[in-house]
């Protein structure tokens, strides 16, 4: 008689429990927290408004910001964290310090100690002249601003100032005490900033310095990029901000998207 074989146990797959919904809702409130983390601490995004930073940066550019390179180090996540001083060519977004509440970019020229002047629009820095590739300089000499506004951003500071040229009021104060000789000097803790698109650059030359408390971080990269009119800064009602989304954004998505300017670094 032929003995019964044995019974063989099959590996069969186990049913993965299905998740509770109060697991659910603690995955997603542990995303959202650390979402959250991330946009308030380390990276924010941030639309570039203006064409102070062409071609580096364009109108509609939208960015993704460090926020902790340089922030204050802690004690505690020092040693983890890339924390380094701003440096010369830096490109850093921060509060204005001549209008409140308004997010600006520029690229950093001077940090505390050192000597600026420009002549005939060339930069010098320490008594050496610059040798700045990444300027823009179809608006050096436009024949609509006046000889005297060329001179003076162009030969910063031996032309006196002006409100004329569109010195702000605080600047033409206090201008003169950071001024020794041929140069303005950056002081402690403040930096000197000017736009890549030299010729319309809305910079130090006309508000002055950069506090170091105002920087919010460094640009790392476009992750998207818009073709967008210059003016579209100041239509800041929730009403105009609609219009523009629905109008043009959602319609002209694909078309006017620039593509190229994808993921692209910022330097």
């Not at 809305?202 to 506090?211: C, K, N, Q, T, V």
Request: proline share 9%.
């Amino acid at each position: 008689m032929p003995k019964k074989e044995d019974a063989v146990e099959t590996n069969s797959p186990e049913k993965k429990p299905k998740e509770t919904p109060v697991e659910f809702l603690a995955s997603l409130a542990a995303v959202l927290v650390t979402g959250l983390f991330i946009i308030t601490f380390v990276m924010q995004a941030f639309e570039i408004p203006s064409s102070s930073m062409e071609n580096t940066l364009l109108i509609g550019d939208h960015v993704f910001v460090n926020r902790i390179q340089f922030a204050p180090k802690s004690s505690w996540v020092g040693p983890l964290l890339p924390y380094r001083e701003v440096r010369h060519g830096d490109i850093v977004v921060f509060l204005s310090p001549a209008e409140p509440g308004l997010y600006v970019v520029k690229r950093i020229i001077g940090v505390p100690g050192d000597r600026i002047h420009l002549r005939n629009g060339v930069v010098y820095r320490n008594g050496v002249a610059l040798d700045e590739r990444y300027i823009l300089h179809d608006q050096d000499n436009p024949p609509d601003v006046p000889l005297s506004s060329r001179m003076y951003r162009n030969n910063f500071p031996a032309v006196p100032p002006s409100d004329e040229y569109g010195v702000y009021p605080n600047w033409l104060v206090d201008m003169p005490a950071h001024i020794d000789g041929d140069d303005i000097v950056v002081p402690p803790d403040h930096y000197f900033g000017m736009g890549d698109h030299r010729g319309v650059s809305l910079d130090s030359r006309y508000w002055g310095f950069i506090p170091k408390e105002n920087v919010i971080g460094r640009p790392m990269f476009i992750y998207w990029s818009f073709d967008t009119p210059g003016d579209q800064y100041r239509k800041t009602s929730m009403g105009e901000r609609l219009e523009w989304f629905l109008a043009h954004v959602v319609l002209h998505f694909f078309d006017e998207t620039r593509w190229r300017r994808t993921l692209r670094g910022v330097q």
